[in-house]
């Protein structure tokens, strides 16, 4: 089993900044890739950014409201935490934020693909 504990979230003016953070205990080892994705008001649960629990390689969103070049996610010196920095916030970016962890060394951006899911925390952008 693996815990994972997000927080980091509130509320923030558009162009603002907040960085998540996502607590991971148990049998960290046994997961390969942490994603974080959101779920915005009546939106499906949707990918935001990945990283390889070892360090290093990312993997971010690719969809038309990308988030590439405003978040960041990154990996604690702790090697116990994962990060998502997020830098010019846009009202669009409202959601709940969930960190996930997935066994497989394959990038994926499907919810289905990860088996361990925090309780998310909220993000709320004002305009």
């Known amino acids: 089993q693996v815990q994972l504990v997000e927080s980091g979230g509130g509320l923030v003016q558009a162009g603002g900044s907040l960085r998540l953070s996502c607590a991971a205990s148990g049998r960290t080892f046994s997961s390969a890739i942490m994603g974080w994705f959101r779920q915005g008001p009546g939106k499906e649960r949707e990918f935001v950014a990945a990283t390889r629990w070892s360090g290093g390689s990312t993997y971010y969103a690719d969809s038309a409201d990308s988030v590439k070049g405003r978040f960041t996610i990154s990996r604690g010196n702790d090697k116990n935490t994962v990060y998502l920095q997020m830098n010019s916030l846009k009202p669009d970016d409202t959601a709940v934020y969930y960190c996930?962890?997935?066994?497989?060394?394959?990038?994926?951006?499907?919810?289905?693909?990860?088996?361990?899911w925090g309780q998310g925390t909220q993000v709320t952008v004002s305009s």
């Open positions: 996930a962890a997935s066994p497989s060394n394959r990038w994926s951006t499907s919810p289905n693909n990860y088996d361990y």
